[in-house]
T-cell receptor, first 110, second 113 residues
Framework: KNEVEQSPQNLTAQEGEFITINCSYS?????LHWLQQHPGGGIVSLFM?????KKHGRLIATINIQEKHSSLHITASHPRDSAVYIC????????????WGAGTKLIIKP | KAGVTQTPRYLIKTRGQQVTLSCSPI?????VSWYQQTPGQGLQFLFE???????NKGNFPGRFSGRQFSNSRSEMNVSTLELGDSALYLC????????????FGPGTRLLVL
């Protein structure tokens, strides 16, 4: 079993829909990252969380440390949100080594 | 197949010095990307090399440079080190095509004193 699991693996939605991507992990962590990879581009860090909730524009990330679960939400989705979204965790006491999820490929249709 | 390897794994330098980090991609991969990970800033994209050419570049000062060799191995150089350059530097390789999965190395932990 992978230490970081993302769901769904693939998601196709219509423009304007509310999107939720989930991430579950099985190790103790010091922080969790949500990252975005656009086609042909590098990976961009969206959020780094250690507790609670963060919001940036139409993106919201939440984390529940007790349940070892995080969600990334996109409100009023737009075709430019189409990308691969990756969850990665910093294992506690691991000198910042990241454990990566497999990613969720999101396609937003106009 | 061997994974992405990075050397050295740990490095301590002083301000003003320069450093060169090395990344060997998975055999057959032509794209190598470099990232900086810091506790406060998260993961930030430095640059990507494909077939010995810089194809993408992040928003870092000119002190950060890189190159790629004909065997796809890549080096990253940071000149005139600053305390804020202390970070984990990650290298990732891929075949280099559209939305191809990147495979990350273990990173080089750089500490600038």
């Amino acid at each position: 079993k992978n230490e970081v699991e993302q769901s769904p693996q693939n998601l196709t939605a219509q423009e304007g829909e509310f999107i939720t991507i989930n991430c579950s992990y099985s190790v103790g962590i010091s922080a969790l990252h949500w990252l975005q990879q656009h086609p042909g581009g590098g990976i961009v860090s969206l959020f780094m969380l250690s507790s609670g909730k963060k919001k940036h524009g139409r993106l919201i990330a939440t984390i529940n440390i007790q349940e070892k679960h995080s969600s990334l939400h996109i409100t009023a989705s737009h075709p430019r949100d189409s990308a691969v979204y990756i969850c990665a965790v910093e294992r506690r006491d691991s000198n910042y080594q990241l454990i990566w999820g497999a990613g969720t490929k999101l396609i937003i249709k106009p | 197949k061997a994974g992405v390897t990075q050397t050295p794994r740990y490095l301590i330098k002083t301000r003003g010095q320069q450093v060169t980090l090395s990344c060997s991609p998975i055999s057959g991969h032509r794209s190598v990307s470099w990232y900086q990970q810091t506790p406060g800033q998260g993961l930030q994209f430095l640059f990507e090399y494909f077939s010995e050419t810089q194809r993408n570049k992040g928003n870092f000062p000119g002190r950060f440079s890189g190159r790629q060799f004909s065997n796809s191995r890549s080096e990253m150089n940071v000149s005139t080190l600053e305390l804020g350059d202390s970070a984990l530097y990650l290298c990732a390789s891929s075949l280099g095509y559209y939305q191809e999965t990147q495979y990350f190395g273990p990173g080089t932990r750089l500490l600038v004193l």
